[in-house]
């Protein structure tokens, strides 16, 4: 074949090529405008990101821009920005699903501030405490960079302290360490002996000062543990001061709670002193007819049957038995009101008044009824422990109707 011809045929065949090849793309490109693509790649197969910034948008996974496609299911609800990994996610593009990944990538190394500390040779330092103000998008460890700081040995030192997060890019700060040697213990002055009226109130500190030779803020501690300043007793108490460093200095000393005058006896100091009496007559697992048992046998056998003293308060009737141990049915009956009571026992006062005669006892009620209570000293040896109401009556009618109660003033009693 001539060289023209030849010629002429290979520039058919290449146009033919062009026009064949520009419908292809012409074609593709309009189908993937349409969302249709068979051939050409749409969605990025990963992305990289750092963690800690936004979550990427919908087009930054694609190659270009394509209006209909959309994520499979919301990134928010899978993706954790703060947390490095990889997240699978899938992207509806055309006629498929496209899988491509998420990597969130942390290359960015903590950062804190150094922070220089004081510690005695007795105090322990970690490297935590020579750090503030760190930030990372994930936790962050903190170790010694190099050797711990001796806190055997007074002087300055220089720290070395590691931040390093958990893709494993870290910093290294430097703070100064200044160890101080203190086996001075404080020194508590003014200490003396204490003394108080049971029912008042104790002022601890006054006259008593803490002093340390290095430590300005250490502080006067009184333990005094055990002390009831309702209840007639001497208590140890301890003064004691801790400095800085942990030297420790205690002082004891004995606080005086004195007994009360009858004026100076208040409400609590009569059930202090009542409590004081339960606990030395009741035992674990008495019932409350053995409870009031041991009540009546103390009060019968400890008041003596002594004067008429005036009857002002249950207080001081009370008062008067439990501390004077003498006095009359009122005083039998006030003392037995206070001790039932705070034995947990129900009680109430009863009594006898005619123009001749006064006489004052009690009730309780241990779940069988009103019985009547009368711990009074009888000159004829009676007894009225848990009696009954004909019981006390047929005493009352023998004896010039000693317990000739007002029946209306009281409830039903057994
Ligand atoms: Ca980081
Ligand atoms: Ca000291």
Not at 187 to 204: N, T
């Amino acid at each position: 074949m001539p060289a023209k011809r030849r010629k002429a045929q290979r520039s058919v065949r290449r146009r033919a090529a062009h026009t064949l090849l520009g419908c292809c793309a012409a074609a593709c490109l309009s189908f993937a405008a349409a969302g249709v693509v068979f051939n050409l790649p749409m969605v990025l197969p990963a992305l990289t990101v750092e963690a800690g910034s936004a979550l990427p948008a919908l087009p930054d996974f694609l190659y270009w821009h394509f209006r209909t496609a959309a994520f499979t299911a919301d990134p928010a609800l899978t993706v954790d920005m703060a947390t490095p990994g990889e997240y699978p996610l899938a992207i509806h593009a055309g006629l498929r699903d496209y899988d491509t990944l998420l990597r969130v990538v942390d290359t960015t190394p903590p950062q804190g501030d150094a922070k220089n500390a004081r510690r005695y040779t007795t105090q322990t330092l970690a490297p935590e405490e020579l750090v503030e103000n760190i930030t990372d998008v994930t936790a962050v460890a903190v170790a010694w960079a190099g050797p711990a700081p001796d806190l055997r040995v007074p002087g300055h030192q220089r720290a070395g302290i590691t931040l390093t997060d958990t893709s494993g890019n870290a910093t290294v700060l430097t703070a100064e360490v200044e160890v101080v040697l203190d086996d001075v213990p404080p020194v508590i002055s003014g200490v003396q002996e204490l003394a108080v009226k049971a029912g008042g109130s104790v002022q601890y500190r006054q006259g008593v000062t803490v002093t340390d030779n290095d430590d300005p803020d250490v502080k006067l501690q009184v333990d005094n543990t055990g002390v009831n300043l309702n209840l007639e007793g001497d208590y140890s108490i301890v003064y004691f001061a801790e400095d800085a460093a942990g030297n420790r200095t205690e002082v004891p000393t004995v606080l005086h709670v004195l007994r009360p005058t009858l004026e100076e006896a208040t409400e609590e100091v009569v059930n202090a002193e009542a409590d004081a009496v339960l606990a030395a007559i009741l035992r674990d697992g008495m019932s409350q007819y053995e409870q009031a048992q041991a009540i009546f046998d103390w009060v019968y056998g400890s008041i003596a049957n002594i004067g008429e003293p005036p009857k002002t308060t249950w207080v001081e009737g009370a008062y008067r038995g439990l501390f004077d141990h003498k006095g009359d049915c009122w005083v039998y009956a006030m003392t037995s009101k206070v001790l039932l009571t705070r034995a947990g026992i129900p009680n109430m006062d009863i009594k006898m008044e005619n123009p001749r005669r006064l006489h004052y006892w009690n009730l309780i009620d241990i779940g069988e009824g009103w019985h009547h209570f009368d711990a009074n000293h009888w000159y004829t040896g009676w007894k009225g422990f848990y009696k009954t109401d004909a019981e006390v009556a047929g005493y009352s009618r023998t004896h010039g109707n000693s317990h000739d109660y007002i029946r209306e003033d009281y409830p039903p009693i057994v």
